[in-house]
């Protein structure tokens, strides 16, 4: 099992830069796929990004490509999203998340383990 603590939001101007991590306990983080999911309010949670195991490859939802990019370190425990040109449509709750699959899911009921989510805000 997995613990995960997401951290990094704020509120950030239309443009600008964030960057999220998301750190977990237990000594096998680097056994599982990692990813970042959001939610803005009234909608649905979706894929944002994913890694692999050994961060060999990772994946991005059209709406970020190019914008975000996810890493890991594995020494570290931790897995992050860099945020830049940000727009006031990527406002959400951002959640990180675990799963066992050797392959990049994005499908939600795909993923075993979710952290509770930090709020990332983007001012037009």
């Known amino acids: 099992q997995v613990q995960l603590v997401e951290s990094g939001g704020g509120l950030v101007q239309a443009g600008g830069s964030l960057r999220l991590s998301c750190a977990a306990s237990?000594?096998?983080?680097?056994?599982?796929?990692m990813g970042w999911f959001r939610q803005a309010p009234g909608q649905e949670r979706e894929y944002v990004a994913g890694?692999?195991?050994?961060?060999?490859?990772?994946n991005y939802a059209n709406s970020v490509k190019g914008r975000f990019t996810i890493s890991r370190d594995d020494a570290k425990n931790t897995v992050y999203l860099q945020m830049i040109s940000m727009k006031p449509e990527d406002t959400a709750v951002y959640y990180c998340?675990?799963?066992?699959?050797?392959?990049?899911?994005?499908?939600?009921?795909?993923?075993?383990?979710w952290g509770q989510g930090t709020q990332v805000t983007v001012s037009s």
């Open positions: 237990g000594r096998t983080f680097s056994s599982y796929t």
């Open positions: 890694i692999t195991r050994s961060g060999g490859a990772t």
């Open positions: 998340a675990a799963t066992t699959s050797f392959l990049i899911r994005t499908a939600q009921y795909e993923w075993n383990y």
